[in-house]
């Protein structure tokens, strides 16, 4: 750390680009447990991911309903005889196990290229065993089948399942790493595995350490968990492999846990259960915050519970808190202590569901859950959901519920674009200070660039200002594992040896252990960046629906001048079928004399016009012939990633919504209630104007909206934390040029000398795994600050101003 005085200067004020001005005796006292994180079995975040276990399919149930390419020996190679049997087997929940011949070997691939061996590291291999008598041999190999350990014999006798245990030594590194058994007779063999002895904290069933480790540095005050759409997808039927995630499958001896498919299309093994997160969240001092299935699925699912199966979801609830905290000499109580935690694991909240787009579902069953958790346990917080989006009727009416029935939370979900975040910083300033409070359960920039993150970060300066009613906020999802992504951006990427902090991490980490107690009250005044008109091409389009358009016309706004104008008649050559990153999708053509899309997939467009159309209306007439939704409708098209579109009939035909799609995300500006009907020719008009995008729908306006989505030069907060008494000013710079910024604190005396850390990068940054991170904060003592001084702000940056007050070390 060196101290220099080069970043902060002394410049006559006619020189300043922006000036912040705070009142140090104005404070409002914010949410001490604002940053915190969610974690989720998606992209392989826990089998093949944080938990330790090397071998994948250990017991041998993988299955086609959890992928159609697995079958029960997938993982595994068999050198010689074996088969999979369900006749007497290790347990009634682990039905599957493999029956081999003397003298084969069998050998598991693990995931990646392999297991990672590190030579000179132990690990511990155990398998349940029924055999007569028979010796195993155990081995570590590199892809080629060379070895890498000496073999261990074990001696595995016995009529009856046995567990037998042993300690292999790598002799060599490699990441393509493979676990050989062989044995010399006739065996049984189940629950084959193999952890490396340096697990997070030593545990036995544990987690990867260098992963744990990532997260613990997060310094997180909550830990949601298991999921997201984890929870709210499957079957209600309890004998079903694709059945919903049900708490009690994931506890108890880990050979007795009953393994189901995973919603994001592979298996679970449920090795990292309940126990194993209650136990991470205490190691990481963060407060645990489970999610329950509210009886009526989402995430692509939709089914609603029985009542007597929303019964036992409801009793499944109240012993998920009896297991909790529950004493040692209740049901539940009980388990926790046999499992190895006699001590209550101290939860205080629970969530009810996750993002339920069946809001009458969700509406009719809250209740219940309500009502039995307020009874049973009054001290516990109960946090609602308001849907998978930031507004609309079903953000609207989940947070009508939460009010009715007096939730302490509601959890809000959204991933939108960069200029989203950017715009919309000021999103909680006007929220009920007296209504429930606010549960940013899920959020993420679309992309996992710089510029992302710099636009979660001036996001963040909006959260913290309104930490007085954002209680929780957690970006999501928190791990992938490159080789097997559901799901993109992610805060940590991994495969079977290495991790890297994504530039978002960067960001979550430096708020988060960087959380202030209290919020200052503070002005910025910077010259706003200017706004152009709307502009670009036009496009038709398709989601899960085939549709027919015709007598597409573009006109001008000054004099009504033809810009284009198209009936088919001749063909289509003004049209180009693109796709999500200009990939063409679906199947374009000319039929009866219109433009028709008949393939029923996801996102097919056609685009024509030009970039720099602006001001201007279009029309089209548009039939919707078969599938799921309605009509999408593009206008200023600026290329496949960028662009805005009108989704009539949407999510399944329940709404329709005016979007605005940038660097490949999308956010929405404004919701109507416009269904389509299949069959019925639907005039549509679109009227841009500057900013401004009226609708039209057979001559009748259905929205107005001005976009105002807009980058600001700087976004800034400033806190107090009460331990040290030290003040931070955190400020975001989003634009390509140096801020130079007048700075004024007034009210207590500060230290001339600070502590200043800085994020900064180019928008494309990106932290690639295998590669040397390109952002990581750079920290200095800067002089010549206290509580007036003029600093520099660097182009797309993040920096944290830290003064302490005068008497104070």
Known sequence: MAVTSLTASQASADDLDAEIKVDLEDATAISDRLYGLFYEDINHAADGGLYAELVQNRSFEFAPADNAAYDSLTAWAVDGAASVSDNSSLHENNVHYLTAEAGTTIVNAGYNSGMAFEAGKSYDFSVWARTGGAELTVQLLDADGAAVSDPVAITAGGGEWTQVEAALTATDSTIDGRLAVGTDAAADLDMVSLFPQDTWKGRENGLRPDLAQMIADLDPSFLRFPGGCLVNTGSFDPDSRQRFYNWKDTVGPVEQRKTNFNTWGYNQSY????????????????????????????????????????????????????????????????????????????????????????????????????????????????????????????????????????????????????????????????????????????????????????????????????????????????????????????????????????????????????????????????????????AGGIGLATWNTAASYDDVKVTAADGGSVLFEDDFSAGAEAWTPSGPGGTPTGTWEVVDGAYQQSAIVTDARSVAGEADWSNYTMEVKATKTAGDEGFLVMFGVEGSEDYYWWNLGGWGNTTSALEKASGGGKSTLVNHDTVIETGRTYDLRLEVRGRTITGFVDGEQVFSVVDEQRIEPLYQVVTRDEETGAVTLKVVNATGEPVRTDVELEGQKLHKTGEVTTLACDPGCDNILGEEPVLSPETERVRHLGNDFTYEFEPYSVTFIELRPTGRH
């Open 271 to 534: 090795g990292l259960g309940y126990f194993e997160y209650f136990q991470f969240a205490e190691d990481i001092g963060a407060e645990p915050l489970p999610v329950v299935q509210a009886g009526v699925t989402g995430c692509g699912w939709n089914e609603v519970a029985t009542p007597e199966q929303l019964d036992a979801l409801v009793q499944d609830a109240l012993d998920l808190i009896e297991f909790a905290n529950g004493e040692v000499d209740t049901e539940w109580g009980a388990v926790r202590a046999e499992m190895g935690h006699p001590e209550p694991f101290g939860l205080e909240s629970i969530g009810i569901g996750n993002e339920e787009p069946n809001s009458d579902g969700y509406a009719a069953h809250y209740p219940e859950f309500h009502a039995a958790i307020r009874e049973a346990y009054p001290d516990i917080e109960i946090i609602a959901n308001s849907g998978p989006d930031d507004q609309g009727p079903i953000f609207d009416r989940g947070w009508e519920l939460a009010r009715e029935y007096g939730a302490d939370l509601v959890d809000e979900h959204y991933y939108n674009s960069p200029e989203w975040f950017f715009s919309n910083n000021e999103r909680y300033d006007s929220y009920d200070r007296n209504g429930p409070h606010v549960f940013l359960g899920e959020y993420a920039s679309q992309g996992n660039t710089w510029w992302n993150a710099l636009s979660e970060a001036s996001y963040l300066t909006g959260i913290e200002r309104n930490g007085d009613v954002v209680d929780m906020a957690s970006y999501a999802p928190l791990l992938s594992n490159i080789d097997y992504v559901d799901w993109a951006p992610d805060m940590i990427w991994f495969d079977n040896h290495q991790a890297v902090a994504s530039t978002s991490y960067e960001v979550q980490k430096l708020f988060g252990t960087n959380a202030g107690d209290e919020v200052f009250a503070s002005e910025l005044e910077a010259d706003p960046l200017e706004q152009p008109d709307i």
